[in-house]
């Protein structure tokens, strides 16, 4: 009986063996074979031979003896490393993910299919220049390059998927591009929950809930800021920047560098999107943030849509009518009809209303430019803002430094101009009246050149000085981000790269500190005896303002101000439900709260007193009821999953981030929040290139097993970086490119 047991666990023992070699050549197969040559030579179809060198993160530096050539090799290596999130964001765009991933992104590709993201992005392919065509021709050729060589090795995601991809084209890097530019706007979601609130509310009290701004910004994000040589340790500018984005796998940003005849550039680039978009080259640094200026107006069309017709500016007229099919992976196709009328397409049904949506992207028939390659030669501020006169969208901050010891801030985008109203409201589509006026000049945009205080900060907030000629109107943020920076800034005579990288990591909001000392003034003046409001007291009147997720008063911090826009919003319109959640919303609040005007509440203090209450007790529901055992890491928590991997339980780990408890909130320098947060972060020192700073949140590469999946984020999470190789090509493998 034994010898029986001893065989069959021997021959157990050869079945368990036998599994794991099965599963570890499965590895290599599915994971490890896709990931890139880096080293050795490919035969490509170059004009000459192009160096590629891989430094310690896995970053290309690609040298080549012309800017085609160059432009091939990105998109070659950007394909090596991101093609299937390459792929992804085409289809996101394009409204073509139901064809791989099934019906449950049929309402993703059904929005991206209304907004006619596709005929947009065609539509500006055959307005560009034959010379701009050309470059994304060329990075084009390297995408394509990169799928005939690897053909059979292509990522896992595509066998996961059971689906090959197809070549990429121009009109997949412009949609690339239109993802981001429709990231970046979408401010019609804010006008209908105005109008919600209008329907039944105080109209005073609404608008009050809405401004343009608070009264408060800095004058001459996302974060950008420079300073001068006089506020800097080295005598030169030194320029930071850490664009917030939602969390993505990979990263949003794709380091790189180019050199090529008269074209030396490094720093961040966009998948599927040849040139630099962040980053510096010999002579010049720069830094995006999102403007955030409203690009988008609805328009309420009296139309049959039936028929399709509608009337405007008092002549019928008839929509076109747009058949969409989107292929849905095991199912049949799904039909989208879009009825098109003089302002865009119909996008909603709200409250039995057809209301049509009008998006400066979508009007680009006085030609399209894709000033990328204009914008990494620049050389000085004067080419540098005529690159930026050729944006069309999104729209930006770009803030800005120079060899020469110069700083500068310029507003670029397509901007519609409004004489008679602000975008805040659906408009009437019927009347003809209330149509854009064309668009700001570039000449009139905000441009900022050498203040003299040395310093430049953009956090998203309203840059336009409060005189504009314009009727301004965006999604702003609040200028709490802004003004920290500022007075850091201001707080130290000169300031070093590292310093600037710490400053990235700043976790103080000062509206979660005012808003928590004004309830604690409260309970205390009102003698409050609630024994929920006095405990709350006692636990946030010492608080520093920190928002660390390893302590209890930001947990409280956060549901007190749950609770004051909850109040707001009841008071502004008492028979609606929603709740204000809009990014210039801490600005509002603080602003009642600071200034008291009369019609809103009887008793500030009472209102304060009560929301910190309730805040209490619902703290002690979600986390206990001790509070010095609550953690604002429970609340603020960050997973960024696999968009497939993450679905298998026993893997999902091995390519996940987190959970992992963040610190930091809307309001602070390090805006980190569950859903979004610097998305990189970059230091540029002017004085010597190769002193200047550059991470990712994750790792440069999209393979699990390649070493640079997610090498970056231990050192983003800590709130350190990694240097900028420039100067010299760094040691690594090298891959030739020979013709």
């Known amino acids: 009986m034994k010898s029986i047991l001893r065989k069959l666990n021997y021959a157990l023992g050869g079945l368990v063996v036998a599994a794991v070699l099965a599963a570890a050549v499965a590895v290599v197969w599915w994971v490890w074979r896709p990931t890139p040559q880096t080293s050795g030579e490919v035969k490509s179809p170059v004009r000459a031979e192009v160096r590629i060198t891989r430094d310690s993160l896995g970053v290309p530096h690609i040298a080549a003896a012309s800017l085609e050539d160059a432009l091939f090799a990105q998109g070659f290596v950007t394909a090596q490393d991101r093609f299937w999130q390459m792929d992804g964001l085409r ?356 441009s900022y050149y050498n203040p003299p205080s040395g310093i430049l900060a953009s956090a998203n907030q309203n840059s336009f000085p409060p005189q504009t000629p314009y009727r301004v109107s965006g999604f702003f943020s609040s200028a709490h981000r802004a003004r920290q920076i500022v007075a850091r800034l201001q707080s130290k005579a000169r300031w070093s790269p590292a310093g600037m990288l710490r400053l990235q990591s700043d976790v103080y909001s000062s509206f979660y500190k005012f808003i928590c000392d004004e309830a604690v003034r409260a309970v205390e003046k009102r003698q409050d005896r609630n024994p929920m409001a006095q405990e709350a007291a006692r636990l946030l009147k010492p608080w520093n303002g920190q928002m660390d997720a390893a302590r209890p008063e930001p947990f409280l911090a956060t549901l007190l101000y749950q609770h004051l826009r909850r109040a707001m919003t009841e008071r502004a319109s008492p028979r609606q439900t929603p709740v204000l959640r809009t990014y210039m919303a801490p600005g509002v609040v603080e602003k009642l709260f600071r200034e008291r005007p009369a019609g809103w509440f009887d008793d500030y203090n009472l209102v304060l007193a009560n929301t910190l209450s309730d805040a209490m007790e619902e703290g002690k529901r979600i986390q206990g009821r001790n509070p010095d055992k609550w953690r604002y890491g429970r609340m603020n928590v960050l997973t960024i999953a696999h968009p497939i991997a993450s679905r298998i339980p026993w893997i999902a780990p091995y390519f996940n981030i987190g959970p992992v408890p963040i610190s930091g909130a809307a309001t602070t320098i390090d805006a980190a929040t569950e859903s979004m947060g610097p998305s990189l972060r970059f230091v540029a020192d002017t004085a010597a290139w190769d002193s200047s700073f550059m991470n990712l949140t994750i790792g440069e590469s999209g393979h699990r097993f390649s070493g640079h999946y997610k090498d970056q984020w231990d050192a983003y999470a800590a709130g350190r970086s990694f240097p900028l190789p420039f100067t010299q090509a760094p040691a690594g493998s090298t891959l030739t490119l020979r013709p």
């Open 91 to 446: 289809r996101l765009a394009a409204g073509e993910l139901s064809e791989i991933v099934g019906r449950a992104a049929l309402p993703l590709d059904t929005k991206a299919r209304q907004l006619r993201m596709r005929r947009i992005a065609a539509g500006w392919l055959r307005q560009m220049p034959a010379e701009q065509r050309a470059r994304l021709s060329a990075y084009a050729r390297g995408v394509n390059h990169y799928l005939e060589t690897y053909r059979g090795k292509y990522p896992p995601e595509f066998a996961v998927m059971s689906y090959d991809p197809r070549p990429w084209t121009m009109t997949d890097t412009l949609l690339c591009a239109l993802q981001m530019h429709r990231t970046l706007s979408g401010h019609w979601e804010n006008e209908l929950l105005k109008e919600k609130l209008l329907a039944s509310g105080d109209r005073a009290r609404v608008e009050y809930l809405f401004p343009v701004r608070t009264g408060d910004e800095p004058q001459p994000g996302s974060n950008a800021w420079v300073v001068s040589g006089a506020r800097s340790t080295t005598g030169k500018p030194i320029l930071a920047n850490d664009p917030h984005l939602e969390w993505s796998l990979p990263s949003t940003w794709y380091m790189v560098q180019l050199h090529a005849p008269d074209f030396d550039v490094a720093g961040a680039s966009l998948p599927g999107m040849p040139a630099v978009v962040i980053g510096h080259n010999r002579r010049i640094a720069w830094g995006i943030t999102a403007l955030q200026f409203d690009n988008m107006d609805l328009y309420v069309e009296n139309i049959d849509l039936r028929t399709g017709r509608y009337r405007f500016g008092g002549q019928e007229l008839q929509a076109v009518r747009e058949v969409e099919w989107i292929a849905v992976k095991g199912e049949r196709p799904v039909q989208v009809v879009n009825l098109v009328t003089v302002h865009g397409p119909i996008v909603s049904m709200e409250g039995g209303r057809a209301l049509a949506l009008k998006w400066a992207a979508a009007f680009m028939t006085d030609g399209f430019d894709f000033p990328l390659i204009e914008l990494n030669r620049a050389g000085d501020w004067q080419q540098f803002r005529a690159a930026l006169s050729k944006l069309r969208g999104p729209n930006v901050n770009a803030l800005y430094a120079d060899v020469d010891g110069n700083i500068g801030w310029q507003v670029a985008g397509r901007l519609p101009a409004r004489k008679d109203f602000d975008g805040d409201v659906p408009l009437d589509g019927a009347s003809g009246s209330r149509e854009w006026d064309g668009y700001l000049p570039f000449d009139e945009l905000p």
